[in-house]
T-cell receptor, first 115, second 114 residues
């Protein structure tokens, strides 16, 4: 059972454009929603994360928008750069006392930013 | 501060063999989680170890096992390898003092089963 659905599977954006990746979750017990960036040959690295008590979080060019009622959240990359070309994963996590450090990941989005 | 290290980085085995992968967490991190990454299934949680005890387990067969040592280093073992076990195996470490602790991933071990 895929508890976190991510779209699109791949995305091509021109340099300077906005990249938008969407995720939807089913389990309302999730209380932490991180986004990870993975480059070839590397492990995923935390990009930005949000808790469900806020609707938006911005860090530099990266913004998470969170819609608790719709059980959806999205990553916006403003002024996309070729160096942003990577695979992006959304994830969700339940409270520590429920399932420890376990992350449930979306399927991933391969982002290509053309120069 | 050194990151999460995994050894070996690449491994080639044949069906039926067994394999042991190693993960050294960031100093001070006592939680180590293991994930399997494949093109078809994405990132799937295998298990988590904290204070030398398995705390959570994903939906994988019993051929997948692990352990954690007193220095928090962890090993993962896969017995009776199958072709479908070919994957990138990632470990992640965290402080595990809060639900919101960042998890830091290692570069992974690429396992190929022939």
């Amino acid at each position: 059972q895929q508890q976190v659905k991510q779209s699109p599977q791949s995305l091509i954006v021109q340099k300077g454009g906005i990249s938008i990746i969407n995720c939807a979750y089913e389990n309302t017990a999730f209380d932490y929603f991180p986004w990870y960036q993975q480059f070839p040959g590397k492990g995923p690295a935390l990009l930005i994360a949000i808790r469900p008590d806020v609707s938006e979080k911005k860090e530099g060019r990266f913004t998470i928008s969170f819609n608790k009622s719709a059980k959806q959240f999205s990553l916006h990359i403003m002024d996309s750069q070729p160096g942003d070309s990577a695979t992006y994963f959304c994830a969700a996590k339940r409270p520590l006392e429920t399932s420890g450090s376990r992350l449930t990941f979306g399927e991933g989005t391969q982002l290509t930013v053309n120069p | 501060k050194a990151g999460v290290t995994q050894t070996p980085r690449y491994l080639i085995k044949t069906r039926g063999q067994q394999v042991t992968l190693s993960c050294s967490p960031i100093s001070g991190h006592r939680s180590v989680s293991w994930y399997q990454q494949t093109p078809g299934q994405g990132l799937q949680f295998l298990f988590e170890y904290f204070s030398e005890t398995q705390r959570n387990k994903g939906n994988f067969p019993g051929r997948f096992s692990g352990r954690q040592f007193s220095n928090s280093r962890s090993e993962m073992n896969v017995s009776t390898l199958e072709l479908g076990d070919s994957a990138l195996y990632l470990c992640a470490s965290s402080l595990r003092t809060s639900s919101y602790n960042e998890q830091f991933f290692g570069p992974g071990t690429r396992l190929t089963v022939l």
